[in-house]
Nanobody
Framework: QVQMVESGGGLVRPGGSLKLSCEVS????????MAWFRRAPGKEREFVGI????????YVGDSMKGRFTISRDNAKNTLYLQMNSLKSEDTAVYYC????????????????WGQGTQVTVSS
């Protein structure tokens, strides 16, 4: 059973940066499409970004374009999310996900999820 653990969350001021990591164990990350999602208080889960198995193809959600970058290091079995120019509306729990059933934004494509890491953007 693939396990994933996120790290790197915390409290940051508006305009600041954070880099989240997601370490995959009990599985080979290169077998999977990887993605980030987030859930803000009182809101539905939201797609953040996706990366294909070798890192060549990526995209992020419209509200994150130009600010967030998703990347992966298969040798380290680790997924990353670099977040710059953070805004208060980016406050959420961020989750990484792994799937082998397609390349898309739907949470239903992902079979394995991390436990989440809290990101709080506040002055």
């Amino acid at each position: 059973q693939v396990q994933m653990v996120e790290s790197g969350g915390g409290l940051v001021r508006p305009g600041g940066s954070l880099k989240l990591s997601c370490e995959v164990s009990r599985g080979t990350m290169s077998n999977y499409v990887m993605a980030w999602f987030r859930r803000a208080p009182g809101k539905e889960r939201e797609f953040v970004g996706i990366i294909n198995w070798n890192g060549v193809t990526t995209y992020v959600g419209d509200s994150m374009k130009g600010r967030f970058t998703i990347s992966r290091d298969n040798a380290k079995n680790t997924l990353y999310l670099q977040m710059n120019s953070l805004k208060s509306e980016d406050t959420a729990v961020y989750y990484c996900a792994a799937g082998a059933r397609g390349f898309g934004e739907s949470p239903s494509l992902y079979d394995f999820w991390g436990q989440g890491t809290q990101v709080t953007v506040s002055s």
